[in-house]
């Protein structure tokens, strides 16, 4: 009885007698949700392109805000090292279609995703032999005081991270819809037959395509690694954008972006309001269960395509 | 081919034990079946005939309930329905292979054509994890009779290949010796001899010849090949663009103007 | 000519169907077993029997339990250290409350309540498959390690929370769990449940339900159409992977560490299960052995190599590189030998069994 109220009275009564609270709380998840996006996009660029389910994005992620702060910490003004990194993306994403996808392209789909987290396994550790283990603060000098609009108190910093994100998707838009490769990318999404009409190889567009998901990843490891320290716990965040796919689809961007914005909402109010009836942290499985129940329903997600099978 | 040929003179028929009323299916603007209706009588052999894409394919999958029509009914056996289970439809005894081969590839031929048997094997987890008396027994019952299935298709010598590494035509064989081994009533065969050149579409018609003269099975095939179906079907349907063009015996259909128009009359293949 | 089946004749299906139809098989088994039960115990000194032999039997197990239903029902499962701990607390509270239940039916049914676990978490498997299915299995993970974290009633209300496995005993006096049964009686209880699971699990595959199993896993809509119903199968292929999962925690917590703790059985647990999965072999009983010793050893390869050639690495840096292994070796496995060590066991002695005449 004790736990039922608990569940279906007490956060009701608490966020109509606490409105702002609750606001606080959405806007505090929403913009949580915005760097989940972020993550997400990076997977749902690469799996549109070539099919594969990128379980190293989050390694990627890890991999990218570990090779900028160890830079910056050689002394390296942030300018140079971001350049770098992004240099070190894209040399990662080439080798990776030349070692490993490239040997892999006719398995069937589960058997590169294993092999992806091989490759993700791969660059967290070798992320840290080379860099270190110990948590590195990563300062680029985002600020990160608490404004208040209306009552509503919100981080700088968060709004920081909402609007790069947000340009960073506009900037890929842009990308995907104007230029050529963007176009190519599009086709190959669409299909390989017409990809390789458009006189593009599959090989340079998958590493594009991986370069480009290693890019959204480094900004996702800025971001992430800024909030929490650049330290290995970012690879259990960046596992919190599988749900957020599952939610959204694997094939649409705005599905990545309102998945994740959803899973940060969902999570947050979860925690803060029902959170004491459950004893506490369930954020850790919230976003997953969330996602196994929607899956019952839609497995295809919010905006992904319908499965249809045919024999 | 010729030789089968005398065979169809003196068969007999019973009753209708598969009929197809007033079918409808589409896929999003893809009209596959339109008000389709067909019947198919015991131990006849019917071929389902037509061009590409004509939804030939798709009636199949509708009679084994893989596909369910928008519109129309099944009649199996006496019992009405829109659609069913596959699975169901298996334990009904249909059972049939597919256009494009649909083995388990990572077993061998035996472990294959055993799976046909599965809906007849009930011996629970702890016998089989003990594999002692009962279950043993059972095994082999039905090893014995996918062994006979495997001799019947002069299969023997790739009993224990994976069916991954075997060629096309025999892949073929296997899958109709998987079908087979469910004991079925009504055989589904989905061009069973596309792909395959002159001899091994000898030996598959004979086989499928065999199987209707010596258990009774109905069975339902769709064939490009004009000279096997007039040779082996006793009744021809034609489907176009999802509708019926004719049907009938073999000689009514190559003799029908509109099914020459739209079908005999351009060069297949 | 040490290995040849020439001349073998089976007069009946029934020979042919032996659980290993070839006599060196046979022979190289009983001289495994004679091995496993006797020279070990007798040879190994109780470090050896206590950090390679133990952990090595309750890895295989799990491995045989992930195996049963990745490598042959061809399932995606990463939760499979939530469902070890289940088996592990499902021992505990079992055998606290019941103190005089045979610890061998505190075991069996710790791993038939994981079971039960198991379907539950299985029944998205019915609609998605793959990768979908793999992250649907992520929720069990985290959400079974928080569940055992969180309430207390599971650890009887202990304030470590890390509680010891109370000892039990065996035939009257003959202790086998906690800290202060022998490594010697350890093993051999260990061995014996893992090696009975993994004859039954050989039974199991080569019946029609791991016939039903791989069928699935082959072409899913195909086996639905002879008749195989998804249902069944999958939540079956569910069951019995989560039941031997189960036992492993249970053993794992109960011999190997004698401790009962849900960090040990993090989402790192699983991803290790998995690659011993995919290193020794998916689909292959034998394989889950060798991926188990695999990954067993190579740590302890990594941790002395360096120091026997001189160098000093610290800790740290040879966990890294343990990491950067592992994953290379995994798609190197992908790539090369997605059947993993057991067929090149397997090819191993199909060149054995040509020697000295290859052609
Ligand atoms: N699962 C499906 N989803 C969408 N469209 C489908 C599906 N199955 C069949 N169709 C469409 O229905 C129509 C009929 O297809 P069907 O496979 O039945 O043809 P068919 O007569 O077997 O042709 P073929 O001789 O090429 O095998 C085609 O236009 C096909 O594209
Ligand atoms: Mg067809």
Known sequence: MEFLTAIFVTPFVEIVSYPIFFFEVVIGGLLAGVMYSLVALGFVLIFKASGVFNFAQGAMVLFAALTLVGLMEHGLPWWLALLLTIAVMVLLAITVEKVVLRKLVNQEAIILFMATIGLSYFLDGFGQTIWGSDVKVLDLGIPSAPLEFGGILVNEFDIVAAVSAGSLVAVLAVFFQKTRIGRALRAVADDHQAALSVGIPLKTIWAIVWSVAGLVGLVAGIMWGTKLGVQFTLTLVALKALPVLILGGFTSIPGAIIGGLIIGMGEKVAEVFWGAAFGGAIEDWFAYMLALVFLLFRPQGLFGDKIIERV | ?269 | MLYREAGQFKSSYDEDQAIFPILQDRIMLAIVLIVAFVAVPLLFNEYWLSTIMLPFLVFSLAALGLNLLTGYAGQLSLGTGGFMATGAFAAYKLAVAFPEMNIIIVFLLSGVITAGVGVLFGIPSLRIKGFYLAVATLASQFFLIWMFNKFPWFTNYSSSGVISAPPRAVFGDYFVTGSSASPQAKYLFALAFVALLALAAKNIVRSHIGRGWMAIRDMDIAAEIIGIKPLQTKLGAFAVSSFYCGISGALWAFIYTSSVEALAFDITRSFQILFMVIIGGLGSVLGSFLGAAFIVLLPILLSNAPTMVGLNISVDLISHMEFMIMGALIIFFLIVEPHGLARLWQVAKEKLRLWPFPY
């Open chain 2, 1 to 269: 081919m010729d030789a089968y040929a005398p065979q169809k003179k003196e068969r007999v028929f019973g009753d209708v034990v598969l009929s197809v009323d007033d079918i409808s299916l589409s896929f999003g603007g893809v009209q596959a079946l339109a008000n389709i209706s067909f019947g198919v009588r015991e131990h006849q052999v019917l071929a389902i005939i037509g061009p590409n894409g004509a939804g030939k394919s798709s009636m199949l999958n509708v009679i084994n309930g893989f596909y369910h029509p928008q519109q129309g009914t099944i009649t199996y056996k006496g019992e009405t329905r829109r659609q069913m289970k596959p699975h169901q439809a298996a334990r009904q005894g249909v059972a049939r292979t597919f256009q494009n081969i649909a083995l388990f590839k990572g077993m061998s031929t035996l472990d294959n054509i055993m799976t046909g048997r599965n809906t007849m094997m009930h011996r629970n987890l702890l016998w089989q994890a003990l594999h002692v008396g009962p279950a043993r027994k059972e095994e082999l019952e039905h090893r014995e009779f996918v062994e006979n299935i495997i001799d019947f298709l002069e299969i023997e010598h790739i009993r224990k290949t994976p069916v991954g590494r075997l060629p096309y035509g025999l892949q073929k064989r296997v899958e109709l010796g998987r079908a087979l081994a469910a004991q079925p009533e009504l055989l589904l065969l989905d061009e069973p001899m596309a792909g395959m050149n002159l001899e091994e579409k000898e030996d598959m018609s004979r086989f499928i010849l065999d199987v209707n003269d010596e258990f009774g099975t109905t069975i339902v095939l769709i064939e490009h090949d004009m000279g096997v179906v007039m040779d082996i079907s006793d009744h021809v349907v034609v489907l176009d663009y999802g509708r019926k063009l004719a049907d009938g015996s073999p000689d009514e259909v190559r003799s029908n103007q509109e099914v020459i128009d739209a079908y005999l009359g351009v060069a297949h293949d």
